[in-house]
């Protein structure tokens, strides 16, 4: 399978990376290549993590790392990962 990042991902890992590496450029690398890493680990082993508890379908998969969810789609059709978004929990699923 092949890793395919939406732009909703990209622009929020971006904000992530720029608020990390404000304190610490080294740190916001670290996570970003750890990120990467774990994401990559997908393509051998897709259903790997628990069904999503923000999307009702079981080719939606939630990782989730130091606090960050990362939900992904599994298209076995196309043979290909979509990795949909990257959030703290506390800042999705909660209205005023």
């Known amino acids: 399978m092949t890793l395919e ?3 909703t991902f990209r622009k929020n890992f971006g ?3 720029d608020y990390i590496s404000k304190d610490s450029v ?3 690398n670290s996570f970003k ?3 990467k890493s774990k ?3 997908l393509e051998n082993s897709p259903y790997k ?4 508890f923000y999307y009702d379908d079981d080719n939606i998969r939630d990782c989730i790392y130091k606090g960050y ?3 992904y789609l599994i298209d076995p059709n196309k043979n290909k990962i979509l990795i949909i ?3 703290k929990w506390s800042n999705r699923g909660t209205s005023s």
């Open 85 to 87: 978004d990257i959030f």
């Open 5 to 7: 990042y939406n732009s």
């Open 49 to 52: 993590y628990r069904k999503s």
């Open 39 to 41: 994401l990559n680990n």
């Open 69 to 71: 969810t990362i939900p």
């Open 33 to 35: 290549n750890q990120i």
């Open 26 to 28: 080294n740190r916001a």
């Open 15 to 17: 904000n992530i990376w």
